[in-house]
């Protein structure tokens, strides 16, 4: 993908602040961080969002993170970590190259992960899980 910013960051045509790297994947602070230690993991393959990614490169990723994350409470001294992934418009992803933020908590970080859900009665759940499973 000619245009796409994170082909060209695993590329290393444009720099970033790697932090790890092998033969499918590339992490690398993000240029925002919600607090210090915030990672990015990207398949150096573009793939668009979760949807047209191969299960191999997701599988990879998912112990990538496991290995950040473990980095981040010994380095960082993190207490708990958000493992987090946009894909679509809809789900706020803002670059559509897959990635993974993995995102370091800290005691008293004063950020506030959440999404204001509803209680909703069993025969909501229900028609919503009949759907699903239709
Ligand atoms: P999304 O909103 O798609 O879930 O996350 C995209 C993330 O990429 C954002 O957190 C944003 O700060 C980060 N980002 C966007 N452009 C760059 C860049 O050029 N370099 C780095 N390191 N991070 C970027
Ligand atoms: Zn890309």
């Known amino acids: 993908m000619d245009n796409c ?3 060209k960051i695993a590329k290393g045509d444009i720099a ?3 932090i790890y790297e092998d033969d499918t994947l590339f992490a690398f602070l993000d240029i925002n961080p919600v607090v210090d230690g915030h990672l990015l993991i990207i398949p150096k393959t573009h793939h668009e969002n979760i949807f047209d990614t191969p299960d191999e490169v997701l599988e990879k990723i998912s112990i990538l993170s496991k290995k ?3 980095t981040l409470k010994e380095k960082l ?4 970590v958000n493992i987090l992934n946009a894909s679509g418009k809809e789900a706020q992803q803002s670059v559509f190259h897959l990635h993974f933020h993995i995102i370091p908590r800290f005691e008293n ?3 506030n992960l959440s999404f204001h859900g509803e209680k909703k009665e069993a025969k909501d759940l229900e028609r919503v899980k009949e759907m699903l499973l239709s």
């Open 5 to 7: 910013i994170f082909c």
């Open 68 to 70: 950040l994350a473990i």
């Open 109 to 111: 970080d004063e950020k």
């Open 77 to 80: 001294n993190a207490k708990a």
């Open 16 to 18: 970033s602040f790697k």
